[in-house]
């Protein structure tokens, strides 16, 4: 069974600094990952996606991840964060076997704080 | 282009009654899909359909049903509300396949009492 977590419910960071929020997935297949973005009171927005191309994902607003088989993860990053990134951010896998029907399986999320 | 949308956005029911949740999109797509979000749950997929006239269940279905009469639409009722039915409930469609992710409507606050 594929699964996902995030390893931290809460982050903050002050706004210049770098981000980090981890995300290790589980899937006995090889996965598509995706990392979306919540703003308070918004619906979701695709920040970036894997699909087996290159490891090092660039997504919108600066943000990239990294794909690592041997690890397991797909952590995002930022070099330098900014107030406005403050949201909620979810790690999301979608498995081999959900091709057909596209469903995801989401993590439970990790709320980014940026203080000024 | 609207994208995806969703009536009502928010909602106060009393236990027992019943609401019909409505979904559109205007991308054309095949997919689409009905999730809850509940604090430190993420989404969990309610129901989904793969095209017009289909659906079928996801993680938490119980307590919900769903039609999709036109490709467009995907609506969500609720026939008794129950308080543990209390939510934010996210409408989202998409193409499917491996690479093809899904986009999101606003949401629907519902809270019932």
């Known amino acids: 069974a594929q699964s996902v977590t995030q390893l931290d419910s809460h982050v903050s960071v002050s706004e210049g600094t770098p981000v980090l929020l981890r995300c290790n997935y589980s899937s006995s297949y090889s996965p598509s990952l995706f990392w979306y973005v919540q703003h308070p009171n918004k619906g979701l927005q695709l920040l970036l996606k894997y699909t087996s191309a290159a490891t090092l994902v660039k997504g919108i607003n600066g943000f990239e991840a990294e794909f690592k088989k041997s690890e397991t993860s797909f952590h995002l990053t930022k070099p330098s964060a900014h107030m406005s990134d403050a949201a909620e951010y979810f790690c999301?896998?979608?498995?081999?076997?959900?091709?057909?029907?596209?469903?995801?399986?989401f993590g439970q999320g990790t709320t980014l704080q940026v203080k000024p | 282009n609207a994208g995806v949308t969703q009536t009502p956005k928010f909602r106060v029911l009393k236990t027992g009654q019943s609401m019909t949740l409505l979904c559109a999109q205007d991308?054309?797509?095949?997919?689409m899909y009905w999730y809850r979000q509940d604090p430190g749950m993420g989404l969990r997929l309610i129901h989904y359909s793969v095209g017009e006239g289909t659906t079928a269940k996801g993680e938490v279905p119980d307590g919900y049903n769903v039609s999709r009469l036109k490709k467009q639409n995907f609506l969500l009722g609720l026939e008794s509300a129950a308080p543990s039915q209390t939510s934010v409930y996210f409408c989202?469609?998409?193409?499917?396949?491996?690479?093809?992710?899904?986009?999101f409507g606003p949401g629907t606050r519902l809270t019932v009492l």
């Open positions: 989202a469609s998409g193409r499917g396949g491996l690479s093809n992710e899904q986009f």
């Open positions: 991308m054309n797509h095949e997919y």
């Open positions: 999301v896998v979608m498995a081999m076997a959900s091709s057909n029907t596209g469903k995801l399986i």
